[in-house]
C-alpha cells in the first residue's frame, strides 16, 4: 500500500515538472513575438505627434559617383537597420543612374533599367565572406538584396553592375556589425529550467532511496532519469530558438528610392546626425576640442638621410691575397675601432720562390756552421763542469780541515787556561785555523769563478740558434677604421682578391644628415628659421623635430652652390639616431617650418574629411547629436590642420569612428 502511494506521488510530481517545463517554454516564447515587432530600439527618440507609437527603426544611406573609362555613374544605397547586430537581416536596395552630359534629364542621373547586379559581402581588408548575393530588380533603376551576417565586424558590401551595352562597374559601401545587447529573460528561464531538472532528478533519487531502503535500483529509475533529461533538451532547444540569447530585431524591407531623392546632403551648418549613446559606443566614436596651439608648418620638400663622411668607411686589403674574414662577421655585425675583422693571406710568386729557395741552402750552411760552434761550446761546459767538480771537493776538504784546526784550537786554550800546555801550542793552533780558513775561502772563490764562466759558455751557445725559413705565405690583419655596424660585405671568406679591392664597409647610424633641397626662390624663408620636422610612412607616425625645446636635432648648414639642372641648393641638418630608426638613403617628408611662433586655431588631421571637393568636419553637440560642418583650412602642420573658418575654440569634434558617421542617415 505504501509503495502504491510512493508511486502515485511520484507520478504528480514528474507531471508538474513536464508542466512547468511547458509553462517556461511558453513563456520565453511570449518576449520573441512581442521582439518580432522591431520595438527593441533602445535609443531615447521621441513619439511621433499623432499616435504616440516609437518610430521606425533607423537606416543608413549612402551615395557613390563613379567616374571611369565606362561613363559616369550615380549609386544611392540605403540600409536598414542602420546598426546591424548579429544574427539580424540586414536589407538593402540600392537605385542606380548614369550622369549624361547634355541629355534631357536636366542634369540629374538617368535611371539605368535592366542592369545585371551581383553582390557580395567581403571583409573591411577585402577578403570574401559571401559571394553571389541573390539580386531583386525593384521598379526605378532599383535593386535589392540582404544578408544575415554571423559576426561582428567591418564589412563591405559591394556591388558589380553590367549595364545593358556591356559596359561595367563597381562600388562598395561600409557595414559595420555589432553584437546585440545580452538578453536578461533568456538566463532567467534558462536558469528555471536548470532547477526543475535538478529538482526533478533529486525527487527521483531520493524517492527511488526511500523504496528501497537507501538503495537505489538505478534499473528502474534510469527511464525517468533519461526522460528528465530529454524534455529539459526539448525546453533548452525551444529555448535557444524562441529567445536567443542576444536581443534581435526584424527590420521590414526598405521602400524603393524614387528619382531625384538626396541621400547625401551638402555639408552646411543645418546637416543633423542623430546617433544613440549606445551607437557611439559600438561604434568607438571619440572626439577631441578645438584648440589654439603652435602648428609646425611652412615649406614642404622631400630629403634623404645620410650616413655622416666620418662615420662610415670601407675595409681594402694591403696587399693581394686570399681573403679570410673573422668567424661571426656578417651584416649587421657591430664592431669597434681597430677591432680585427679577419686577415690576407699571401702566396708567394715564381721570382719569390726561386729566392726562398736560394735562402733555404744559405740557411743550411749557417746550420751546419751553428752545429759546430754549438758543439764546441757544450765541450767547453763539461770541461768547466768538471773543473768546478774538482774544486767543490777540494772546498770540502778545506772545511774538514778547518772544523779539526778549530777543535784543535779550542783544546790548546783550555790546556793553556789550567796550565798544562805551554803558550807556544795555542799560538800555533790559532795560526792553523787561520790557514783552513784561508783555504776554505780560496776554494769557494774558485768554484763561483768556474760557475760563472758555465753561465756564460750555455749563454753564448744559446745565441747560435738556427735561422729561419720563410714560409711560402705572409700574412697581413685587416681591422676595422671606425665603431659601427657593417653595411655590407662584397668577398667571401677564401677569395683571391687585387690590393685595393673594397671587402666591407661599416657605417654608424647614432648620428645622420638630413640634406633637404630647397628651390631658389625659397632661400630667404629657409634663412629666417632653424625650425623644421620630418617623417615617414616607414616610421610608425613618429615625427622627428629641429631646432626645438624638445628637438632630436639641429641645423647644421644651408649650401653655398644651386645646382644648374633642378635650380636647388641643400639644407643639411643633424639628427640624433639611437634607435637606428632612420637609414641611409631613407627619403622623408620635411616641413621647414616659416610660420614663427604664431598661436593658431587647430583641428586634428584625423578629423578632417575630404569628400567630393568638399572638406568638413563632424562637430559634437553633446548627447546623441552631431553636426557635418563645412571648414575652410589654412597651414598644415604634421599632425594638425590651421582652421581659417567654420570653427571656434572649444568645440569638439570627431577624431575616430568618422568611418561610421559618414554612413549614417542625416536628420531631417
Do not use: C
Request: no cysteine; glycine share 10%; net charge neutral.
Amino acid at each position: 500500500m505504501l509503495r502504491q502511494k510512493i508511486h502515485n506521488l511520484n507520478k504528480r510530481l514528474f507531471v508538474g515538472f513536464v508542466a512547468a517545463t511547458l509553462v517556461a517554454s511558453a513563456l520565453s516564447f511570449l518576449p520573441a513575438r512581442i521582439n518580432a515587432n522591431g520595438d527593441d530600439d533602445h535609443g531615447d527618440k521621441p513619439a511621433t505627434a499623432n499616435t504616440g507609437a516609437k518610430p521606425a527603426m533607423a537606416t543608413v544611406s549612402a551615395e557613390r559617383n563613379i567616374q571611369g573609362e565606362s561613363g559616369s555613374f550615380n549609386l544611392l544605397m540605403k540600409r536598414a537597420p542602420g546598426d546591424v547586430r548579429v544574427g539580424e537581416i540586414a536589407h538593402f536596395v540600392i537605385r542606380i543612374g548614369e550622369k549624361v552630359e547634355g541629355g534631357f534629364g536636366g542634369g540629374g542621373p538617368v535611371p539605368l533599367e535592366g542592369a545585371a547586379v551581383i553582390a557580395k559581402v567581403t571583409t573591411a581588408g577585402g577578403a570574401d565572406v559571401a559571394n553571389k548575393l541573390t539580386v531583386e530588380a525593384a521598379p526605378s533603376a532599383n535593386y535589392r538584396t540582404s544578408y544575415t551576417f554571423s559576426s561582428a565586424g567591418d564589412y563591405k558590401i559591394v556591388f558589380t553592375i553590367t549595364v545593358s551595352d556591356g559596359r561595367s562597374f563597381s562600388a562598395d559601401f561600409p557595414v559595420t556589425v555589432v553584437s546585440g545587447p545580452v538578453r536578461t529573460s533568456f538566463w532567467i528561464v534558462l536558469a528555471f529550467l536548470g532547477l526543475l531538472t535538478l529538482g526533478a532528478i533529486g525527487l527521483i533519487l531520493h524517492t527511488a532511496r526511500r523504496r528501497n531502503e537507501g538503495k537505489i535500483d538505478f534499473g528502474r529509475t534510469a527511464p525517468l532519469l533519461g526522460l528528465a533529461l530529454v524534455i529539459f533538451a526539448i525546453g533548452l532547444t525551444a529555448l535557444f530558438f524562441l529567445l536567443p540569447p542576444r536581443e534581435t530585431r526584424a527590420a521590414a524591407e526598405l521602400p524603393v528610392i524614387s528619382e531625384g531623392e538626396s541621400v547625401v546632403n551638402a555639408p552646411d551648418e543645418n546637416t543633423l546626425l542623430t546617433v544613440s549613446k549606445e551607437s557611439q559606443l559600438l561604434f568607438g566614436i571619440k572626439t577631441e576640442p578645438v584648440e589654439t596651439r603652435t602648428i609646425t608648418s611652412g615649406l614642404k620638400t622631400t630629403g634623404v638621410v645620410r650616413a655622416r663622411p666620418d662615420a662610415q668607411a670601407v675595409v681594402v686589403p694591403p696587399v693581394s691575397g686570399r681573403i679570410i674574414l673573422r668567424e661571426g662577421i656578417t651584416l649587421g655585425s657591430a664592431v669597434g675601432r681597430g677591432e680585427s675583422i679577419g686577415y690576407v693571406e699571401q702566396v708567394l710568386d715564381a721570382p719569390g720562390q726561386a729566392a726562398l729557395e736560394s735562402q733555404r741552402l744559405e740557411v743550411a750552411a749557417q746550420q751546419r756552421e751553428v752545429e759546430a760552434r754549438k758543439l764546441e761550446l757544450r765541450n767547453s761546459v763539461a770541461q768547466l763542469q768538471g773543473q768546478n767538480a774538482e774544486q767543490r771537493a777540494k772546498a770540502q776538504q778545506a772545511r774538514t780541515q778547518l772544523a779539526q784546526a778549530q777543535r784543535e784550537q779550542r783544546r790548546a786554550e783550555n790546556l793553556v787556561e789550567v796550565g798544562a800546555a805551554p803558550k807556544k801550542r795555542l799560538e800555533e793552533a790559532i795560526t792553523a785555523v787561520k790557514v783552513a780558513e784561508q783555504d776554505v775561502s780560496a776554494a769557494e772563490k774558485q768554484i763561483t769563478y768556474i760557475a760563472n764562466q758555465i753561465k756564460q759558455t750555455q749563454a753564448g751557445q744559446a745565441i747560435f740558434t738556427s735561422p729561419r725559413v720563410n714560409t711560402p705565405t705572409k700574412t697581413f690583419a685587416l681591422t676595422a677604421p671606425t665603431t659601427g655596424i657593417v653595411n655590407e660585405i662584397k668577398v667571401a671568406s677564401g677569395q683571391q682578391v687585387d690590393v685595393g679591392t673594397q671587402l666591407l664597409s661599416i657605417v654608424n647610424l647614432s648620428t645622420v644628415l638630413i640634406e633637404a633641397q630647397v628651390f631658389e626662390r625659397d632661400l630667404p624663408a629657409v634663412r629666417a628659421t632653424t625650425r623644421a620636422s620630418f617623417t615617414n610612412a616607414a616610421l610608425g607616425g613618429e615625427v622627428y623635430t629641429v631646432g626645438t625645446k624638445d628637438g632630436d636635432g639641429r641645423l647644421l648648414s644651408i649650401g653655398q652652390t644651386v645646382n644648374e639642372q633642378t635650380r636647388t641648393f641643400p639644407v643639411i641638418y643633424e639628427m640624433k639616431n639611437p634607435l637606428g630608426q632612420l637609414k641611409d638613403g631613407m627619403f622623408v617628408d620635411i616641413t621647414i617650418d616659416t610660420s614663427g611662433d604664431r598661436q593658431v586655431l587647430a583641428v586634428p588631421k584625423s578629423a578632417v574629411v575630404n569628400e567630393q571637393g568638399q572638406t568638413f568636419v563632424f562637430v559634437f553637440d553633446g548627447g546623441e547629436t552631431f553636426r557635418k560642418r563645412a571648414v575652410a583650412l589654412g597651414a598644415e602642420g604634421t599632425d594638425y590642420f590651421e582652421v581659417n573658418s567654420g570653427l571656434e575654440e572649444g568645440e569638439r569634434v570627431v577624431t575616430e569612428g568618422i568611418y561610421q558617421l559618414r554612413s549614417t542617415q542625416p536628420t531631417a
